[in-house]
């Protein structure tokens, strides 16, 4: 037996003849940026290799947010920076970044960019003698500590070595 119930199903309203508005709505944002005394620095970015300029390198105050400019087509730059800044960090595509320090007065030093083909000398894991490190620090318990022994020999006169 065979048993058919009417249902009543719509996808949408019932459509109206008025004219609707098809205007995509704008939508407008401001980007909230905190406003520090600036001043104005300005150098040049080149090639290291070849010595010649980097245009479109990113030039901005490190650490700080909001304070970017790009190169021109000579490398220049010229960049409002916070009085209280300490450093730019230099950026371009192909090249390893480069962080260089202020100096007080408006013209700073040329920042040279190495070719990514280079690695970079320092890392986040590199110490002060270039030695690559692992993150984690080693275990005390895997450390040789010497202890005083008198039948070692081996240590020089007035040492004492100790051996866990």
């Known amino acids: 037996m065979l048993m058919a119930f009417p249902l009543g199903v719509w996808a949408q309203d019932d459509y109206t003849d008025e004219e609707e508005d098809d205007t995509p709505a704008v939508r407008t944002f401001t980007v909230k940026q905190k406003k520090y005394e600036t001043r104005v620095v300005r150098g040049q970015v080149l090639d290291a290799a070849t010595r010649q300029p980097v245009a479109g390198a990113i ?3 490190a650490e700080i947010d909001g304070y970017s ?6 490398g220049s730059y010229e960049l409002k920076a916070p009085v209280f800044a300490t450093a730019l960090y230099v ?3 192909d090249y390893n970044p480069v962080r260089i320090g202020l ?8 920042a040279f960019l190495y070719s990514t083909s280079f690695t970079a000398e320092y890392g986040a894991t590199t110490n002060v003698r270039g030695d690559q490190t692992s993150s984690t620090p080693t275990p ?8 005083a022994s ?12 100790h051996r866990a």
Do not use: I, M
């Open 69 to 74: 400019v790009l190169t021109e087509d000579n």
């Open 59 to 61: 030039v901005r105050a």
């Open 103 to 110: 100096a007080a007065g408006e013209e700073q030093r040329t």
């Open 140 to 147: 005390l318990t895997s450390r040789t500590r010497w202890r």
């Open 150 to 161: 008198s039948a070692d020999t081996s240590t020089p006169k007035g040492a004492t070595a």
């Open 91 to 93: 950026s371009a595509t």
